[in-house]
């Protein structure tokens, strides 16, 4: 599951960022991925992190990150401000997921999103056999302790997506096994991924 | 130890560090219109600046600080007010940085202030000494860089009032500095903490050896009014929690209350005891200055009210620290001005450290403070190119 020391989804989100580009990474958590940025991509990148402590391990390893929420400090940025906004494994947190994707794609003249998947088969399966909340290797909380307050399909989020005239470039989904495929068929990513990861522009 | 008051007016010469005269051909332009010149900057410097000249940090201190950041006082004989922070193996490394610390315009530490010689009279400036400002600061501190033939610091770094000369110098010149670590600082002081250095002006000024300003040419000095003026300062570099954990209610050398007005709770004496040493190093005339300095900072108000306008298209590499029990500097000012950095798409890191030492934490040891800031420089060093640099 691990190239390179970062998590596949990760991997595949740095996979999708030019060299020398600026990135805001918004949920950067501990900083792996805008660590690897900065030095396998020599990008500038700055994060956003909700939790104090993972903002001071950020820095003292040297990295650009302030202390903030996507749902409230991303109005501050200037529009164009970066390159690339990304949001990996966060939207499902945010109280405006709509409008957060509107200001990323405001703030970046790219965005990468990547989520759970609320609507991979086993999460289907988990609800209609047991008939309780599921949880999975991708949502392994359950339903009282999650952070996660909205949870989407990628066929929601690709339709969001169309409401707010954005456009998809490339689109992945991570089956449970950890391989990415592109999506051909959204239905059918929809029933086989565990995540999706989507490369964003403005239309 | 020789206290301050015993020391002749304008006589530095036996006080250690260095001293620069300024302003001869062409005096400093103040931000109140006055004109200032010669005037001297007395400043300490620590580990050698580099042949590329990039390594220099520049350390700006508080209130009641002085140059005296990293070595023993020469009027108390205790450590530097940083010197935790400073020197081999310490986020302000002497084997990798040059450290420069000045005292401020205003101060009674050998730089020009109402305490030195106005040399158009030859007696003590007293309040004749024009009101200064940060800026005045700032800009003074660049003429001296000038004359160390520094044309860009690596850092300039510090807390409280120090961070307002960060945050002023990032302002003014950020093509002269590469990055910015403002600590428990504001864009601007607030309503409350000019209250508070009214108090403290108000005690000072109260006190009959004031004289009007005059007293050191009265011979006097007003050293009870310095000293309630910093026993209330000193309340607002502390918090509750802090003070309720060193004193509690705990008696002073007694086993019950006195019925009287003897310092029966060691609050109480500890307090007295904080008013008494700071008159021995500090000149009241200057707190008066200071303090007028720090009021009269608002960055956003220089700007139009618009803080971000103070640092537009600004290069340089910010980390703003902040306190979370800091009620004089709360963090929600720290915040603002990481806003107004996020609004010109700044490069900004911004910790809030946990602790419930007050204000007063920036100049203790706070480990992730020191973690953040070693993070922080050694990253900038890297993309400096300074030598030594590790990760």
New interface residues.
Partial sequence: MNIGGIRVDLQLIADMVAANSRVLDIGCGDGSLLDYLVHFKQV?G?GIELS?AG??A???????????DADT?LR???SD??DYAILSQTLQATRDPRRVVGELARIGRRVIVSFPNFGHWRVRWRLLMDGRMPRTPALPEQWHDTPNIHLCTILDFVAMCDELGIVVERALSIGANGVATPVRSSWRANMAGAQGVFLLRRA | MTPLQHIPAGAWSDLPGERAIFGQDKPLRLAGGAELGPFALAYQTYGKLNAERSNAILVCHALSGDQYVADTHPLTGKPGWWQIMIGPGRPLDTRRYFIICANVLGGCMGTAGPREINPATGKPWGLDFPVITVADMVRSQALLLDRLGIDKLFCVIGGSMGGMQVLEWASIYPERIFAAVPVAASYRHSAQNIAFHEVGRQAIMADPDWCGGDYLAQGRNPSRGLAVARMAAHITYLSEAALHRKFGRSLQDRQQVSFGFDADFQVESYLRHQGLTFVDRFDANSYLYITRAMDYFDLAAEHGGVLARAFHKTPVRFCVVSFTSDWLFPTAESRAIVHALNAVAANVSFVEIESDKGHDAFLLEEPEFFATLNGFLNSCAEHRGLEGASR
Avoid: H, M
Avoid at chain 1, 58 to 68: P, Y
């Fill in positions: 500038d700055r104090q903002v001071n950020c820095v003292a390893r040297g990295l650009s990150v302030i202390q903030g400090d501050d940025y200037p401000a970066f």
